[in-house]
Nanobody, 126 residues
Framework: QVQLVESGGGLVQAGGSLRLSCAAS????????MAWFRQAPGKEREFVAA????????YYAASVKGRFTITRDNAKNTVYLQMNSLKPEDTAVYYC???????????????????WGQGTQVTVSS
């Protein structure tokens, strides 16, 4: 019932910036908490950032805190990930995810999310 489409990935030099977007279908976008995860080849999917239903609270992995910013625009059914000061270790496929049930300390758990986008590749050169 919800479809997510990511965009904005690409190739960037270390120290550069990218902004990812995730567009969602439906008329109940504000009912879902949203998050970004990433997965590098040979590694498990890891949590990057999450944002509450109203946009009033955000949560970040320690590895991106201070460099990445997650925002949402409920009027446009879109969530964003602004990535600054990119490092080669940020290279991965980035996925957006939506959950109607996740709360509290479980923001970082992939199984708490009901819908996933197809992913967008981010490559950071050294």
């Amino acid at each position: 019932q919800v479809q997510l489409v990511e965009s904005g990935g690409g190739l960037v030099q270390a120290g550069g910036s990218l902004r990812l977007s995730c567009a969602a279908s439906g008329r109940t976008f504000s009912s879902y908490a949203m998050a970004w995860f990433r997965q590098a080849p040979g590694k498990e999917r890891e949590f990057v950032a999450a944002i509450s239903r109203s946009g009033g609270s955000t949560y970040y992995a320690a590895s991106v805190k201070g460099r990445f910013t997650i925002t949402r625009d409920n009027a446009k059914n879109t969530v964003y990930l602004q990535m600054n000061s990119l490092k080669p270790e940020d290279t991965a496929v980035y996925y957006c995810a939506a959950s109607f049930r996740v709360y509290g300390s479980r923001w970082t758990v992939p199984d708490e999310y009901d819908y996933w986008g197809q992913g967008t590749q981010v490559t950071v050169s050294s």
